[in-house]
């Protein structure tokens, strides 16, 4: 028996009954965060046409909102253990679900990117609950299995996101084109706000970390600094003071690991726990998670202009084209974390990475080789291969990066490998100008699209795959084998020591 922070209530039947409940609302919230990021890629050409948004409005739509939910999460996880998980989980769907409601109702681009950025800081409260619910509730030998559900998650949201977005685009419900991207959400979260507050119990921890406000006030200006002239500089011909500001960024940054030094001797709440990086493996996990981030930001965003403004196709085509990518995924995912890690370790996850680079490679090749009238089908092998090598890395990544961090730091390890890897994301988005946009001209003529936008396709996916190939090599830092846990033994959370839930002894859990 062992002692845990639990959001449900003591012993009987009706106990494991309900903790399955909550699992599937917060991880229904996971799944609405996943869709909400897939759903915007396939719409934006859709966005750009009806709302007139130049591209780096477009960029700030995606970058913004990982920019937000990356500088928000930490955060977002200790509000949860100062103030009550369920309280926070509850202001972070319910506020999704507003910011939702304004970005479909945006009248102009500034109003949708502004949106996305609170969309970001919501998600930013919503979803560090969902993990400090989960290690909460169950033990060790049981996670194995909600983390496989996870990585189904996972693929299930890439899956329906591509595919809902274009039909929704394409149906254009009420006339509202893609603003029925965003209100969808709305259903979703008020039946997320009813249940959670049925079925998930308040718990808190009785010593969290401070905030540090500070901290995040530093993250983001750095962020901003690098971002900003990463993504309007060639719009405005890379102006000196875009250099100054992204240099300035490094400044910044240094800053940040300085003041977090003082702020860890001061009070032992830092936003950023330093020791954590003296841990080999978890420092190269942290980069690997990164890059990883700057793969996926970079190649989404190129793939969607590519099809829909390069070779012309409707969303409907481009979001079924995803399909075998997307089963690709959800695929490998639940084989790696439930099979292959446990009998062959990081080699599954340097594989994936080869695999993954390997079908980039293939559908470099491919689009060279059939040009502007490549076919969808012709498209899912190398989709199928970049799925799988995808699939094979993003379960099992954490537990890896994990495996090697003291207890005491696990929760304020695993809220940095998401932080970082949605910090990747907003660079990747960035980094298409540089990478995608920078080879196209600013004036084309229609006949000189289609062949401007392969063109750029294949660049950005030379770039994508040398990331990849330095993913592998990051890997050789990893821990051969994640360490396995004792069953019973709990993982805590940022905060955790010995939970209250609602004022009563905590729960026991087998």
């Known amino acids: 028996m062992n002692s845990t922070d639990t959001t449900l209530g003591t012993a009987g039947g009706g106990t494991d009954r309900r903790r399955w409940f909550a699992l599937a609302i917060v ?45 928000g999460l930490i955060t977002g996880g200790r509000l949860g253990d100062i103030h009550g998980r369920k309280r926070i989980f509850l202001v972070g769907i319910g506020g999704f679900t507003v910011a939702s409601a304004l970005c479909g109702l945006a009248v102009n681009p500034e109003m949708l990117v502004a949106s996305r950025f609170l969309q970001g800081g919501m998600a930013a409260l919503m979803v560090p609950q969902v993990l400090s619910i989960v290690h909460a509730t169950f033990p060790a030998h049981e996670r194995g299995k909600v983390f496989g559900m996870f990585g189904a998650v996972v ?77 309007r500089g060639r719009e405005l011909d890379w102006p000196v003071w875009g250099y100054v500001s992204m240099g300035g960024s490094l400044v910044v940054l240094a800053v940040l690991v300085a003041y977090e030094r003082r702020k860890a001797a001061r009070d032992g709440s830092p936003l950023v726990e330093l020791p954590l990086f003296k841990v080999k493996s978890f420092a190269a996990g942290i980069a690997v998670q990164t890059v990883f981030g700057i793969a996926l930001g970079v190649f ?32 490998a995912a639940g084989m790696s ?89 907003a660079l990747g988005l960035a980094l298409v100008s540089v990478v995608f946009f920078g080879t196209i001209s600013d004036h084309l003529r229609p006949e000189q699209i289609g062949p401007a936008f392969l063109d750029a396709f294949q660049n950005a ?31 805590p959370v940022e905060g955790e020591e010995q939970a209250t839930v609602e004022g009563k002894e905590p729960a026991l859990v087998s």
Do not use: C
Request: aromatic share 10%.
């Open 461 to 491: 996916l030379g770039w994508v795959a040398a990331v990849l190939g330095t993913m592998f090599l990051l890997m050789f830092a990893l821990p051969k084998r994640p360490a396995q846990h004792v069953e019973g033994e709990h993982t």
């Open 337 to 425: 974390v439930q099979m292959l890690v446990p009998r062959f370790g990081r080699k599954v996850l340097q594989a994936g990475a080869l695999v993954m680079g390997a079908g980039v490679l293939l559908y470099i090749w491919e689009a060279g080789h059939y040009g502007l009238t490549i076919a969808p089908w012709q498209m899912a092998l190398p989709l199928v291969v970049m799925g799988v090598g995808m699939g094979l890395i993003v379960a099992p990544l954490t537990d890896a990066i994990l495996s090697e961090v003291p207890r005491e730091h696990a929760g304020s390890a695993s809220g940095l490998i998401n932080t970082v890897q949605q910090m990747g994301n």
């Open 27 to 71: 991880m229904t919230a996971a799944f609405m965060d996943l869709v909400d990021v897939t759903i915007v890629n396939i719409a934006i050409p859709s966005i750009r046409q009806e709302s007139g948004a130049s591209f780096s409005q477009i960029q700030w739509i995606t970058a913004g909102y990982a920019l937000a939910f990356a500088a």
């Open 300 to 331: 989404f965003l190129v793939w969607t202009l590519y099809m829909q403004v390069g070779l012309g196709w409707r969303p409907l085509k481009a979001g079924l084209t995803g399909v075998p990518f997307s089963i690709a995924v959800s695929a």
């Open 155 to 231: 693929g299930l949201g890439a899956v329906s996101g591509p595919l809902l977005g274009a039909l929704l685009t394409e149906w254009n419900l009420f006339g509202w084109e893609w603003r029925s991207i965003f209100l969808i959400n709305l259903p979703v979260g008020v039946a997320g706000l009813i249940l959670g507050s049925r079925f998930i119990t308040e718990s808190k921890a009785p010593r969290a970390l401070k905030l540090d406000l500070v901290g995040v006030a530093l993250v983001t200006l750095g962020l901003l600094m690098l971002l900003y002239p990463l993504i």
